[in-house]
């Protein structure tokens, strides 16, 4: 098992940052992909970004130019840096970790609130 523990989320005004990070324990493997998703109230979770081990990164076109994922492999630690944060961007961020060749190894974080609110 992975556990991963999310962290960093809070209250934002609009137009201003938070950074969340993922720190992964356990058995953890190294070919894995680190993924971003977020959920509302009433709606599916949705894919906000990810990053490879080998650090290839993709991002919805909601969030790109406003949100860079990162990891740090020696950390076992990902990173979402979130830029100019709109009211829309409200939501539970969780964190995944998965195999890209397994599908039986896939984990999920419990989720940071993030609140962009005047």
């Known amino acids: 098992q992975v556990q991963l523990v999310e962290s960093g989320g809070g209250s934002v005004q609009p137009g201003g940052s938070l950074r969340l990070s993922c720190a992964a324990s356990?058995?953890?493997?190294?070919?894995?992909?680190m993924n971003w998703y977020r959920q509302t109230p009433g709606k599916e979770r949705e894919f906000v970004a990810g990053?490879?081990?080998?650090?290839?990164?993709s991002y919805a076109d909601s969030v790109k130019g406003r949100f860079t994922i990162s990891r740090d492999n020696a950390k076992n630690t990902g990173y979402l840096q979130m830029n100019s944060l709109k009211p829309e961007d409200t939501a539970i961020y969780y964190c995944?970790?998965?195999?890209?060749?397994?599908?039986?190894?896939?984990?999920w974080g419990r989720g940071t609130q993030v609140t962009v609110s005047s």
């Open positions: 990053i490879t081990s080998a650090g290839s990164t």
């Open positions: 995944n970790y998965k195999s890209p060749v397994s599908r039986s190894r896939n984990y």
């Open positions: 356990g058995s953890i493997f190294s070919n894995n992909v």
